[in-house]
């Protein structure tokens, strides 16, 4: 059975009908929240940016939220592979005990952990990683406003049901509660922001710089996922306030991208593509957007993504019939949950050695429309 699909917005099979897929035809490569689920995706990761994309010189725009955040940063390292197998051997073997009487850690000691690990697998990479002669890393926040804007156990409760109330009815409208910060690395060796490589009008946004001094507190608020990490407080370089898991206003990042030259149908022009390794073929736009079917559709944002998702029916052959997800800290001991999670990242090689080979005759057949 196959394991890769590949889904594409209107722009992206043009140019594949025209032109094939060169690794310099990419200007894009997001990375959604999704915690375990990103694991399935590693060896894609170590194709991509341990072989496929060292092909070409383009500047790339890497954009991360969350897991996809951390998986982003690894990218920038000097050894990604290395990287990524670090990342993926910490994740998978990663066992938090839980004080007697509760089922998971208390948020205290996740973030204490997740700091640690970051420290472990960055520390005295940064400044290399900022300064990559090719790839510009943008990391996806959510900044509380009024009762978010500090962390309690009462008030945070209260923030985030009245944002899922006024998400439910315009998720523009969730901007009064929490708003995106984007931390973009500097460019051309400058101390400001590279610049996004999508618009901002749909949501609330602000742009700040990604540096050495708040690189850690920025990757640390990304993945705080609220009640179960403690808020990231003032980050330095960005506005004062409690800052949260960058997947509540952008799980997939379902984003306008717009970095593009003008279209593939103006002869000798081509448009920089928008690489995107997913986990599912439906890019939503926010956490709190998961019950909002409708929500879920593609848009015109996307018509120049090329995405990369593994096929449902090949999926059910993993353990459990799923991939990794975070219900299997609860459900599963630390030996079941290791086994199976190895298990399932071991067959994503797949995925990989199939992305490989379309590439070497891409045939725009074998897109489906996203």
């Known amino acids: 059975m196959r394991a890769l699909s590949l889904y594409a917005g209107p722009v992206a099979r043009r140019h594949v009908e025209q032109h094939g897929l060169q690794p310099g035809d990419i200007g894009v490569v997001p990375a959604a929240a999704g915690g375990p689920k990103g694991l399935i995706l590693g060896p894609l990761d170590r194709f991509i940016f341990g072989d496929w994309l060292t092909r070409s010189t383009q500047p790339v725009d890497l954009v991360g939220a969350s897991i996809g955040a951390w998986r982003m940063a690894t990218a920038c390292m000097a050894r990604p592979v290395a990287g990524f197998e670090t990342l993926e051997e910490g994740y998978i073997h990663g066992d938090m005990k839980a004080p007697p009487g509760r089922k998971l850690p208390p948020p205290s000691q996740v973030s204490a952990t997740f700091a640690a690990n970051l420290r472990t697998m960055f520390d005295g990479h940064v400044p290399a990683m900022l300064s990559h002669p090719r790839y510009r890393l943008h990391v996806v926040t959510s900044r509380g406003r009024h009762v978010l804007a500090r962390e309690g156990r009462w008030r945070t409760a209260a923030g985030y049901l009245g944002a899922a109330l006024t998400n439910a009815a315009s998720r523009r409208a969730m901007g009064a509660w929490i708003e995106r910060v984007v931390f973009s690395g500097p460019v051309g060796g400058e101390s400001k922001p590279a610049p996004l490589p999508f618009a901002t009008s749909d949501y609330r946004t602000r742009h700040a710089l ?161």
Do not use: C
């Open 210 to 370: 990604l540096a050495p001094a708040n690189f850690f507190s920025v990757l640390q608020a990304s993945g705080s996922i609220p009640f179960m990490l403690e808020a990231v407080h003032d980050i330095p370089g960005a506005p004062r306030g409690a800052y949260w898991d960058g997947g509540i206003t952008d799980y997939h990042l379902h984003l306008a991208y717009t970095r593009t030259l003008p279209s593939v149908d103006e002869p000798g022009e081509q448009s920089p593509l928008v690489l995107y390794p997913h986990f599912q073929k439906e890019v939503v736009p926010g956490w709190l957007d998961k019950p909002w079917k409708r929500r879920h559709r593609t848009s015109a944002s996307l018509d120049s993504m090329l995405l990369l998702a593994p096929n449902p029916e090949w999926i059910a052959g993993l353990p459990n019939g799923k991939l990794p997800d975070r219900k299997d800290f609860l459900t599963m001991t630390h030996p079941e949950r290791v086994r199976a999670w190895t298990t399932a990242v071991s067959a994503a090689k797949q995925l990989a050695e199939e992305f490989s080979a379309w590439l070497e005759k891409p045939d725009a057949g074998a897109l489906r429309p996203l």
